[in-house]
């Protein structure tokens, strides 16, 4: 009979396996694809924006870094892998989602005339 020890160790276990099980790369290439098209999309933003273009450029070249790693994992999956996971598949949905919200930020302060700043 095992103990409640054993009980606990094991489904711990198990979590940090399933967490790393593998993920097809198959499941990742529409979110590799999708971060791409919003990198693209922010670019023409930039490129048309009226105001703020300064802050628009930084976030700019901050979503252009993380396209690029994502690219290069793209890439050079066959040398990484141990990448292809549950919890990075999980972390890739989340980082698409943040580009969405830079993108929509930059869409919003392209068109402001001046941006707030508090004290």
């Known amino acids: 009979m095992e103990d409640n020890g054993s009980k606990k160790y094991s489904f711990t276990e198990s979590l940090v396996d399933s967490a790393f099980m593998f993920v097809p790369l198959t499941k ?3 979110l590799i694809n999708e ?3 919003f990198f693209n999309e922010i670019i023409e933003l930039v490129e048309a924006a009226e105001h703020n273009k300064r802050t628009c450029e ?3 070249n901050r979503v252009r870094v ?3 790693a994502v690219r290069d994992l793209r890439d050079k999956r066959k040398d990484r892998d141990d990448f292809f996971n549950k919890i990075n598949y999980i972390r890739l949905q989340e ?3 943040i580009i969405t919200q830079i993108k929509k930020f930059i869409s919003e302060i392209s068109l402001m005339k001046t941006l707030n700043k508090s004290s």
């Open 66 to 68: 993380a396209q690029l």
């Open 95 to 97: 980082l698409s989602t």
């Open 28 to 30: 990742f290439l529409p």
């Open 58 to 60: 930084i976030l700019k």
């Open 35 to 37: 971060i791409g098209n």
